[in-house]
């Protein structure tokens, strides 16, 4: 079975851009969570989509959106870009998305703000 | 505020001896506690898991201790492995619908195996 893939792997963009990464969870997997990896702060919870809808959202201003697919494939947008938002932007996905769900998560986009 | 910590970013042990992470988290409704491990360009991958309901949990060489009232978990690997060699991330979450997807992290401690 095919693990998660993230596209771009990597990405560079200035300060004031836009950006789209996109993430396929494994076949059969409804949630997709977004987390946000930053040196010194670990994984920060973006918001998780089951079904299309979001379900839950983290504490990251309103720049951060995301969307889901019919298919489950999902997609984060960042606009107005700052120097801050550099990171690694992992993206996992499970089952349903409950608790006891085993998250599997993917090698993430390394997005660079200059 | 964070709600899970690992206080020590790195840890360095000897091939065959003990390694032992810590984590302490403060939210006290917190019912599910896991650890990942994750190597450079990778993503985070499942390493072991206990529910609060229990104070030990055992797989192979990897062991998480879990003490409730303080709020303090740890993760034993023993022996240790230069293979082991990653950064761990513990992590934790809240039963219930408002939380359905959501993980919340220490800020990781680097473990090295040396040979």
């Known amino acids: 079975k095919a693990g998660v893939t993230q596209t771009p792997r990597y990405l560079i963009k200035t300060r004031g851009q836009q950006v789209t990464l996109s993430c396929s969870p494994i076949?059969?997997?409804?949630?997709v969570s977004w987390y946000q990896q930053t040196p010194g702060q670990g994984l920060q919870f973006l918001f998780e989509y089951f079904s299309e809808t979001q379900r839950n959202k983290g504490n990251f201003p309103g720049r951060f959106s995301g969307r889901q697919f019919s298919n489950s494939r999902s997609e984060m947008n960042v606009s107005t870009l700052e120097l801050g938002d550099s990171a690694l932007y992992l993206c996992?996905?499970?089952?349903?998305?409950?608790?006891?769900?085993?998250?599997?998560f993917g090698p993430g986009t390394r997005l660079t703000v200059l | 505020d964070q709600q899970v910590k690992q206080n020590s970013p790195s840890l360095s042990v000897q091939e065959g001896r003990i390694s032992i992470l810590n984590c302490d988290y403060t939210?006290?409704?917190?019912?599910?506690f896991l650890w990942y491990k994750k190597y450079p360009a990778e993503g985070p991958t499942f390493l072991i898991s206990?529910?609060?309901?229990?104070d030990k949990n055992e797989d192979g060489r990897f062991t998480v201790f879990l003490n409730k009232s303080a709020k303090h978990l740890s993760l034993h690997i023993v022996p240790s492995q230069p293979g082991d060699s990653a950064v761990y991330f513990c992590?934790?979450?809240?039963?219930?619908?408002?939380?359905?997807?959501?993980?919340?992290f220490g800020q990781g401690t680097t473990l090295q195996v040396k040979p």
């Open positions: 939210n006290s409704m917190f019912d599910y």
């Open positions: 992590a934790a979450s809240e039963y219930g619908s408002g939380n359905t997807g959501k993980l919340i």
């Open positions: 206990i529910s609060s309901i229990k």
């Open positions: 996992a996905s499970s089952s349903s998305g409950g608790t006891l769900d085993e998250q599997f």
């Open positions: 076949s059969g997997h409804r949630s």
